[in-house]
C-alpha cells in the first residue's frame, strides 16, 4: 500500500470567513471554489475546507467531530517566518493559541487556530530541509 495522503479536508461553518484565512493569512490560491467548497493545490495531495453541515450530511451524520488534539503544521524557513506568519494568520481571522518559542526538542514553533478552531503549528526545524516545491522531509 502506497503510503501517502490525497485530500484532506476541513468542515467550516463559514466559507468566506475561511477563505480569508487561508488566501490572505497563508497566500494561498484556491485551484476550484464553489458556494460549498474551496480546494487548494497543495504539493502532493489537496487540502479542501468545505462548508461543516454539507459535509456532515455526506457522512450521512457520521464520524465528524469538534477538533481535537491534532494539529495540522506548516513549516517555514526560520524562527522569524514563524512570528511573522502567526501574526499575519491572526490578522487574517485566526486565534493565537500559542507565541512562538524554542521546545525543549529543538527548533521553533507557535500555534495558531483558524476561524473555525483548527489548529496549525506553524515550526521551523533546521534538521527538516524544505525544497523549492515545499516538500519537508524528515531528517535531514
Known sequence: MQQQIS????????????RAFYVDGF????????????FYQMNGFVFGTWLKARL??????KGL?????FALAHNVGSPEEVDALIEQLAGAGG???????APPH?????????????????????????DAEGHVRFGA
Do not use: C
Open 95 to 101: 486565534r493565537m493559541l500559542r507565541a512562538g518559542d
Open 56 to 61: 456532515e450530511k455526506d457522512m450521512q451524520g
Open 7 to 18: 485530500v484532506i479536508t476541513l468542515g467550516v461553518r463559514d466559507l468566506a470567513t475561511s
Open 27 to 38: 497566500g494561498w490560491k484556491p485551484v476550484f471554489e464553489n458556494d460549498e467548497i474551496i
Open 65 to 69: 467531530v469538534t477538533p481535537g488534539a
Open 106 to 130: 529543538g527548533g521553533y514553533r507557535g500555534y495558531v487556530a483558524d476561524p473555525d478552531d483548527h489548529a496549525w503549528e506553524i515550526a521551523h526545524n533546521p534538521a527538516w530541509p524544505i
